[in-house]
């Protein structure tokens, strides 16, 4: 059986637009994988089909050879874990009930699910936390309890929705360092995400071929690269329809608009 999550010829409409047309994606354990685009461009249909979340009118999804739509949650969260865009929580529950129950896959006692929580909002540096409702914490908590969850689960991929949403700079900075250690340490990564720059943190030095850059527009595939080809930013500028070039700084690659030239100026 194939070791892979894979998004064949998926493709959505919905009322009368089409959202995805005909992408096709894999992600092997131990690849990263970042979806850019702009607004539209169909980067969030496209993880809700890898979830399982969403059926595609054309294509499949599938996981391990499996049709993940068909998989029951408890065998959905063997395989994948999943940060939204926003986490929404309306129960008063601690934060660290919250990150238990991203474990409701294993059967184990509550001391268990209990102690791998508490591990986990210290790797987020969320263990202050534990003992607060999770619906009076500010939009940034809220987002590091949630990554604690994605770590609780223990599942083979990684599914990122602009996971830094809500984070300070600091705090985007280790957000992405720890999804880089979890790529290092075997699993597959797929990450939405509007500024590519944020990536570079994920990265030790050498491994920027190894991070792939899928470009979405228009609900199409409109390029595939890596973070270390020399076309990336030109790419990069086509999909988001502005010029853009790179630079170094304190040696990583760093992605910046540059002023649009206008006849006549």
């Not at 599942?155 to 999804?179: C, G, R, T």
């Not at 890596?226 to 990583?252: C, I, K, Q």
């Amino acid at each position: 059986m194939s070791a892979l999550l894979e998004v064949s010829g998926a493709t959505v409409r919905k009322g009368g637009r089409v959202l995805l047309d005909d992408v096709s994606l894999r992600v092997a354990p131990g690849d990263f994988v970042a979806v850019v685009g702009p607004n539209g461009a169909g980067k969030t249909t496209l993880m809700r089909v890898a979830l399982g979340l969403q059926r595609p009118d054309a294509g499949r999804a599938t996981v391990r050879g499996r049709d993940v739509s068909a998989l029951s949650p408890r065998e959905r969260a063997a395989f994948v874990a999943w940060l939204p865009q926003r986490v929404q929580v309306s129960e008063p529950i601690t934060a660290l009930e919250h990150v238990a129950a991203a474990r409701y896959r294993f059967q184990e006692p509550r001391r268990r699910s209990e102690e791998a929580a508490r591990e986990a909002l210290s790797r987020v540096q969320a263990e202050a936390l534990a003992a607060r409702p999770v619906t009076e914490l500010s939009g940034g908590e809220q987002q590091r309890v949630a990554v604690a969850a994605l770590l609780a689960q223990e599942a083979p991929w990684v599914l990122l929705d602009e996971p830094a949403n809500f984070l300070d700079p600091a705090q985007q900075l280790e957000l992405y360092a720890l999804v880089g250690r979890l790529w290092r340490a075997g699993k597959g990564v797929l990450c939405i995400t509007h500024d590519i720059n944020v990536l570079a943190h994920a990265l030790e030095p050498g491994a920027a071929g190894r991070l792939r850059v899928v470009g979405l527009a228009g609900g199409r595939v409109a390029f595939e690269s890596h973070y270390d080809a020399p076309e990336l930013g030109a790419e990069l500028g086509r999909v988001f329809g502005v010029r853009m070039g790179d630079v170094r700084v304190e040696g990583r690659r760093v992605f910046v608009g540059l002023p649009v030239e206008r006849s006549g100026a």
